[in-house]
């Protein structure tokens, strides 16, 4: 169990243009574990958003003149910043998101690999000569091309002072956020739901981790969260076994606790909604192997089959800890996509993990038939 330290709630201003400043409406931050008031902040005004952009639009011009050494050293410096406060960035993700324990820690340690990442980069970001020759005109003609970090910014999308709008979330607001955003580029991360593929060569055991783990992550609240599962007719048996077992064996509860894999939802009305969508599917024909209620804000990780592509949660976002399975014995090409909404197919975000057996992938090699991917 984990030792927060400070005593709760926690205060704290928001960051506008380097200041951190404490005025406006006051927001109260809750627990989604315990719906503890965990934190206090302030929401930024209009006044605030704007003091905002002007310093952005400032710092984008200075940060453009900047030599790629310095950019290298201001984002290893991120990276030694976020790593040196480790311990507090996993608490306020468990306390906040109710984020696992051991997912926090993953997620700090991807943050700076992230910013790692960024920084050897920051040095190879080269630009182009160009032949302009194409006609009599521009004869001994040449064009020089550099490039430069453009940077993100995901409010007041009809400002031309910003440059670049960058969005996570639902296709929905994203599409529309995209429609409102004039001739700025855009950016989507937009949500969906990713299936898996277990043909019948698969590994078992390494297809049901891999099934579980991209499935109840995070209480399965993830973009690219697994949430069906299509597996071969002819092991579908086998497979669902060793599915509920596994999903079975998850440690369920507090985010605090070091042994927690799957904690809560973030918002009550989530898992209410969650759980309307598995009666549902229930109330015509889908079967419950595993899970499917809930206490408080925990959804216990639930396992479902004979379900159909047009209920719920098969063709929207489900969001929640909640995996689909089905069979097949015949690829059936474009007809999985059936009964998902235009908003889902739009973004056409499918995640298709195969399992292949090793040995006859090793095979496969051998005589130059490289046609499996075992991650897509």
């Known amino acids: ?136 005109a521009a004869e001994d003609r040449w064009g020089i091309v550099r490039r430069f970090p453009v940077g993100n910014a995901g409010l007041l999308i009809s400002d031309d002072r910003i440059k670049l709008l960058s969005f996570t979330g639902s296709a929905a607001v994203g599409w529309q956020l995209k429609r409102n955003a004039g001739k700025k580029r855009v950016l989507l991360e937009l949500g969906g739901n990713a299936a898996a593929i277990v043909h019948h060569d698969a590994e078992i055991e390494q297809a049901v981790a891999r099934c579980v783990s991209g499935a109840f992550t995070y209480a ?27 999903t079975d064996r998850l440690k369920v509860g507090d985010p605090a606790d070091d042994g927690t894999d799957v904690g809560p939802m973030i918002r009550a009305s989530d898992v209410r909604r969650v759980e309307q969508w598995i009666q549902e599917a229930v109330s015509v024909g889908a079967k419950v192997h595993c899970g499917g209620t809930a206490k408080g804000s925990i959804l216990e990780p639930t396992l479902l089959s004979g379900t159909t592509p047009q209920m719920k949660v098969n063709c929207e976002e489900l969001f929640g800890p909640v995996a689909t399975e089905g069979f097949w014995a015949r690829a059936r090409g474009n007809s999985l996509r059936d009964g998902r909404d235009d908003g889902e197919e739009a973004v056409g975000f499918v995640r298709a ?24």
Request: hydrophobic share 40%; aromatic share 8%; net charge neutral.
């Open 1 to 136: 169990m984990m030792n927060f330290g400070p005593e709760l709630p926690i205060e704290s201003g928001f960051l506008a243009a380097g200041e951190w400043i404490r005025e406006g409406q006051r927001v109260s931050i809750h627990s989604p574990y315990e719906d503890q008031e965990i934190g206090v902040t302030w929401l930024a005004s209009r006044k605030h958003l704007e003091h905002a952009i002007v310093s952005a639009v400032q710092a984008c011009t200075q940060v453009r003149e900047l030599p790629s050494f310095k950019r290298k050293d201001v984002l290893l410096k991120t990276g030694d910043a976020i790593r040196a406060h480790a311990d507090t960035f996993v608490q306020l993700m468990v306390l906040e998101a109710g984020k696992p324990v051991k997912a926090a820690r993953a997620e700090v340690d991807r943050a700076v690999l992230t910013f790692t990442t960024a920084a050897e980069e920051s040095v190879r970001i080269y630009g182009e000569y160009l032949p302009l020759d194409f006609i009599p």
């Open 353 to 376: 993990f195969g399992f292949v057996n090793t040995e006859e992938r090793r095979t496969r090699r051998s005589r130059g038939q490289n046609r499996e991917v075992t991650k897509r």
């Open 220 to 246: 399965g609240q993830s973009c690219i969260s697994v949430q069906r599962i299509l597996v071969h007719a002819s092991i579908f048996d086998q497979f669902t076994a060793q599915m509920v077992d596994a």
